[in-house]
């Protein structure tokens, strides 16, 4: 799975919004991991950088965001009911934030230069 392109839109005051490109038209069976683990990332790398400044507890920070991310949810669950096997949200959860903490270095970096320009495309990633 290629991520071609990111977005982000701020829609005043604390709503933001934001869109992944990917390259695929259809996710491939050995692809859907992934793709769900994606999907899960955005939720959980902002209660990541919202427990980080606030200095709340994450499980707080992911149920106020969490609540916020129907889109990505709704995502999840249409990709997952067609794939049997596919990895549960709780397994993609997991599995996302343990990318974001071992690359939290390289997500902040790229989050000042996409809140910068609102758009990366695939090379400036």
Do not use: F, K
Request: proline letters at 1%; a neutral charge; glycine letters at 8%.
């Amino acid at each position: 799975m290629q991520v071609t392109a990111l977005h982000v839109w701020h829609h005043g005051g604390n709503v933001t919004s934001g869109r992944v490109d990917i390259a695929e038209a259809e996710i491939d069976d050995d692809q859907v991991d992934g793709y769900l683990t994606a999907v899960a990332a955005g939720g959980e790398a902002e209660a990541l950088w919202l427990s980080e400044q606030s200095g709340q507890r994450l499980g707080r920070s992911r149920r106020q965001v969490y609540a916020s991310c129907g889109s990505d949810r709704l995502n999840y669950r249409q990709v997952h009911r067609h794939t049997p096997g596919s990895l549960t949200e709780t397994a993609a959860r997991t599995r996302a934030h343990t990318l974001l903490i071992r690359h939290w270095d390289r997500v902040e970096r790229l989050a000042v230069r996409l809140a910068d320009s609102r758009h990366l495309t695939r090379t400036a990633l």
